[in-house]
């Protein structure tokens, strides 16, 4: 038993690519038992719903509004709901954790930082970047990307569940390099919801406790309902 914590999520509210609300979403977590969600949108350097043409606050109040409406709806059902977003550049994605909106609305022009300050700024404020499925094969996904110095690697991916090689390669990478690891389901619909994410030991209410427990390693990767289980691959029987 442990706290099943969701990672990587999207919102219609702020992902262009997502189909479900903040309020939705929020319940479908909690109707599959779940204690708590990062809502983790594409920032505006992403796949991004919001329009250019505004005031950066303005902007801002639009990006977060999928967190919002599923932490109205997870006070009133009992789900944890945390802020996180997904940044990309040179061809990579980044999960951003451990922060508030706060953040984004006093760093104006934050999706131009570039991957090197934009980690840099990330943790001098106190939160975590865990690069996202790095070795999953998609046109948008084209940099050089495991030679960024994120705190973590998303070593398990829900997305990635028909192709395991992606999400076997990016745990031995982490395994290799010493790296944190998060999981996550990588989730677009209310609908689609696969008990991926993070088990902790113990219950995560805040933003701070998650990037503390992470840092203790007190998680266990889930997979589809089950512990993610690493099978190194029997690279001899492939001569
Ligand atoms: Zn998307
Ligand atoms: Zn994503």
Not at 40 to 57: E, L, V, Y
Not at 93 to 104: A, I
Request: aromatic share 12%; net charge negative.
């Amino acid at each position: 038993m442990g706290y099943l914590f969701e990672t990587h999520l999207h919102t219609s509210e702020a992902s262009a690519c997502a189909v479900s609300g903040g309020h939705e979403v929020a319940r479908a977590y909690h109707e599959n038992g779940y204690s708590g969600i990062i809502v983790t949108d594409h920032f505006f350097n992403g796949n991004s719903a919001i329009p250019r043409n505004m005031p950066w606050k303005d902007r801002v109040d639009l990006f977060t509004m999928g967190y919002k409406n599923a932490k109205e709806e997870g006070q009133k059902i009992g789900l944890t709901v945390l802020f996180g977003f997904e940044y990309a550049a040179d061809g990579a994605e980044f999960l951003v954790y451990g922060l508030e909106p706060d953040f984004l609305y006093a760093n104006e022009d934050f999706d131009k930082a570039g991957v090197k300050r934009m980690i840099d700024s990330v943790r001098e404020a106190g939160g975590i970047t865990s690069l996202a499925h790095p070795f999953r094969e998609a046109s948008h996904l084209y940099g050089f990307r495991l030679f960024i110095d994120t705190d973590a690697i998303e070593a398990v991916n829900a997305g990635n569940r028909h192709n395991p090689d992606f999400n076997r390669r990016a745990y031995e990478f982490a395994l290799d390099r010493g790296k944190l690891m998060t999981a996550g389901s990588d989730l677009h619909s209310a609908d689609s919801v696969t008990c991926t994410g993070m088990m902790f030991d113990r219950e995560i209410k805040t933003s701070s406790d998650f990037v503390a427990a992470v840092k203790e390693k007190a998680y266990k990767l889930m997979l589809c309902g089950e512990e993610y289980e690493y099978v190194p691959k029997n690279y001899a029987e492939l001569k």
